[in-house]
């Protein structure tokens, strides 16, 4: 009877140590799996920290204040750099690609009218029936396509002014001399006895 006590209560002892154990593993596991959430929350802020920082830092200096301006202004880039008949041409392609934009959206709205009035009536204001239902339909996505288009446009033309006024900032900063000039001329290192003949150049 005394040996079956001591041996349950030896085993009690294992169960208990084993229970203690993986109690002591699983408290290990939450504390990595939280430090390793909170380093992993903080990793994620600091790369978007970095990310935000490091697209406003393309604003500093010069050619980024000139960027700035035309990306606030059409044109107004151009104007920080004095080149104003360039900032003309920037304001002109930025109000072409929008006015072309907007009529394109215009023509889609009437199309896309027209389109529900046919699905709604059977017949339109504009005289379209349910017979020329197919027809209005290939019109209204035709002028879909053409509006997203120009939209589309009006980014990559305003894109391209703000370039245009960010690399033009940094070429002024080169100092381009007019006496920049290449011509023939004897080569005083050499005796004159070999009369050889070299390119001379200033800058």
């Known amino acids: ?25 699983g408290q290990t596991i939450d504390t990595l799996n939280s430090t390793s959430i909170e ?6 802020k600091k790369v978007k920290n970095d990310s935000i920082v490091g697209f406003f830092s393309i604003f500093k200096g010069e050619p980024g204040k000139a960027a700035l301006y035309s990306l606030l202004i059409p044109g107004g880039g151009q104007v920080y750099n004095k080149k104003y008949f360039r900032a003309f041409l920037a304001l002109a392609a930025d109000g072409i ?52 288009y120009a939209w589309f446009s009006v980014g990559v033309v305003h894109l391209i002014t703000i370039i245009e006024a960010f690399v033009d900032r940094h070429l002024l900063g080169f100092d381009i001399d007019e ?25």
């Open 1 to 25: 009877m005394t040996i079956r006590i001591g041996v349950l209560f030896i085993v009690f002892l294992f169960q208990f140590a084993a229970y203690a154990q993986v109690d002591s593993i």
């Open 39 to 44: 380093d992993l929350s903080q990793s994620k």
């Open 97 to 148: 690609a929008v006015g072309n934009a907007i009529n394109q959206t215009r023509k889609f709205n009437e199309w896309d009218r027209v389109y529900r009035e046919i699905l709604l009536n059977g017949v339109s204001s504009s005289g379209y029936t349910t017979a020329e239902l197919s027809t209005v339909s290939i019109f209204r996505e035709r002028g879909r396509q053409y509006k997203d």
């Open 179 to 203: 006496d920049l000039t290449i011509k023939l001329a004897p080569n005083t290192g050499l005796p004159d006895s070999m009369g050889i003949v070299g390119l001379q150049y200033n800058f």
